[in-house]
């Protein structure tokens, strides 16, 4: 499957913003993800979202304030991104894959499909 990532933009600290992540099939089957990665440091997990409703997951850091979703009518899985935080800059990157079991879910390598990321930027 071939995600395309958007949404990002320069918001100030407490800004929301909402991401998207539109697959080029339907993908009801796949375990779909929010990666981000700042400048210099490894990318690291923001939240997924299980197959058709199923659970979500979500990192420390953004848990309470950022809510992953999906529409499976429209192939997309969203990040809404509230109060939002300087730390929270990044290029966040959505992911997925069938195949990704409930341990791995935090896991870069558990996903073979991956967008082009789209950049967060929030100021002080």
């Known amino acids: 499957v071939q995600l395309q990532a958007s949404g990002g933009g320069l918001v100030q600290a407490g800004d929301s913003l909402r991401l998207s992540c539109a697959a080029s099939?339907?993908?009801?089957?796949?375990?779909v993800a929010w990666f981000r990665q700042a400048p210099g440091k490894e990318r690291t997990f923001v939240a997924a979202?299980?197959?058709?409703?199923?659970?979500?997951h979500y990192a420390d850091s953004v848990k309470g304030r950022f809510t992953i979703s999906r529409d499976n009518a429209k192939n997309t899985v969203y990040l809404q991104m509230n109060s939002l935080k300087p730390e929270d800059t990044a290029v966040y990157y959505c992911?997925?894959?069938?195949?990704?079991?409930?341990?791995?879910?935090?896991?870069?390598?558990?996903?073979?499909?991956w967008g082009q990321g789209t950049l967060v930027t929030v100021s002080s």
């Open positions: 099939e339907r993908f009801t089957s796949y375990v």
């Open positions: 992911a997925a894959d069938m195949h990704t079991i409930l341990s791995a879910v935090r896991d870069t390598r558990a996903y073979d499909s």
């Open positions: 979202i299980r197959r058709n409703q199923g659970s979500t």
